[in-house]
């Protein structure tokens, strides 16, 4: 395994348990714990991670959120395979929400692969409207407002009501967390108002989350599971899960 594969892994395996410890990382990645204290270093220095006795923690909490930087190093190839899903959804001549997040991120990467006549994209993602404004057939709209540095996109009450003046055929939201009844939630009161506005705006709400996001709790509740019309997910729902998604009209598009 190359250093770069070898600290991806300890990412991924940061992003699911929270804590690692270096002689297990060792053992399993069949190095030597000086090795796997070098790649904690490294990641680190790079912000990524917070060094603890024996192992390390993710720079992540139920106040916080993890950076957009070590959000998009983690989970690509479900995000990918959950953004290709998405691409099916949409449709010319629509007039779409995309909100800010290393999903929808990978989503505007395909899009922008593709041709269109005529599509209408308004965004609060700084990378993501950067992207897409030059794309022929495209015309991006980017929802003014505070700049979050964490997470690159604009936030609070400007782009809120900005956004509530539209009206959308269909908005696709990321998450960073998804609880264990359902409720969608985020670290930063700032992204409430925008989120809870492009629903009310949207014929359609499509929400897309990797299997990272789900039993885990932020701070601030967003808005319940069931205002959205389909989840795509790579998340192995139980028989029982499916079952309540269907009670509550939720299209589950497990990739």
Request: net charge negative.
């Amino acid at each position: 395994m190359l250093p770069a594969e070898r600290r991806q892994y300890i990412l991924d395996k940061l992003y699911k348990n929270k804590a690692v410890e270096v002689n297990d990382l060792a053992k399993e990645l069949e190095v030597t714990p000086m090795t796997i204290r070098r790649d904690l270093q490294l990641l680190e220095d790079s912000g990524l991670v917070e060094k603890s006795h024996g192992g390390a923690i993710l720079t992540e909490s139920v106040v916080k959120e993890a950076t957009y930087r070590n959000r998009k190093l983690v989970h690509i190839t479900e995000k990918r395979r959950i953004a290709k899903a998405a691409l099916s959804l949409i449709e010319p001549s629509m007039s779409i929400y995309m909100d800010a997040g290393t999903t929808n991120y990978e989503l505007a990467a395909l899009i922008a692969e593709q041709y269109w006549s005529d599509l209408t994209i308004v965004t609060n993602d700084l990378a993501i409207a950067q992207l897409l404004s030059a794309v022929s057939g495209v015309r991006v709209l980017m929802a003014g407002g505070t700049i979050d540095a964490e997470s690159a996109a604009t936030c609070g009450v400007f782009a809120t009501s900005m956004v509530k003046s539209m009206h959308f055929d269909i908005c696709i939201l990321g998450t960073q967390a998804i609880t264990p009844d359902w409720r969608i939630m985020s670290a930063n009161v700032e992204k409430i108002g925008v989120k809870r506005a492009s629903i009310a705006a949207s014929d359609k709400v499509v929400l897309l989350a990797d299997h990272s996001k789900f039993n885990k709790h932020k701070l601030y509740y967003l808005f319940d599971l069931w205002e959205a019309d389909i989840l795509v997910t790579d998340y192995r729902a139980s028989e029982a899960e499916k079952n309540v998604f269907t009670e509550h009209d939720v299209e589950y598009i497990q990739i």
